[in-house]
Nanobody, 124 residues
Framework: QVQLVESGGRLAQAGDSLRLSCALS?????????MGWFRQDPGKEREIVAA????????YYADSVRGRFTISRDNAKNTVWLQMDSLKSEDTARYYC????????????????WGQGTQVTVSS
């Protein structure tokens, strides 16, 4: 069974930086999974923020975060990060880490394992 544990969310000011972390354990091993970050604000649909392929060569960013957020992974540490710079109030949401399969995917329906999420609140 895959377990995902996110950390790093907190209250921040607009313009600040945060780094979210997600550690994976279990399953077939970290290198088996495309990893993604998603977010959801109450009353809104969950949306993809960023995704990274199993070897890190392919990445995807939502238009709303491209140029401000950076996704990265360390397969030796079984960890994926989301570096969030130049935060805006509209980045406020609960951020979820998710694991897909070996194929690089960006649709949430292709992600089979999810963490509990970590709250990011950005005040303006």
């Amino acid at each position: 069974q895959v377990q995902l544990v996110e950390s790093g969310g907190r209250l921040a000011q607009a313009g600040d930086s945060l780094r979210l972390s997600c550690a994976l354990s279990g399953g077939l091993g970290f290198t088996w999974y495309t990893m993604g970050w998603f977010r959801q604000d109450p009353g809104k649909e969950r949306e993809i923020v960023a995704a990274i392929s199993v070897n890190g060569t392919n990445v995807y960013y939502a238009d709303s975060v491209r140029g401000r957020f950076t996704i990265s992974r360390d397969n030796a540490k079984n960890t994926v990060w989301l570096q969030m710079d130049s935060l805006k109030s509209e980045d406020t949401a609960r951020y979820y880490c998710a694991a897909g399969g070996r194929r690089f995917v960006t649709r949430q329906y292709d992600y089979h394992y999810w963490g509990q999420g970590t709250q990011v609140t950005v005040s303006s």
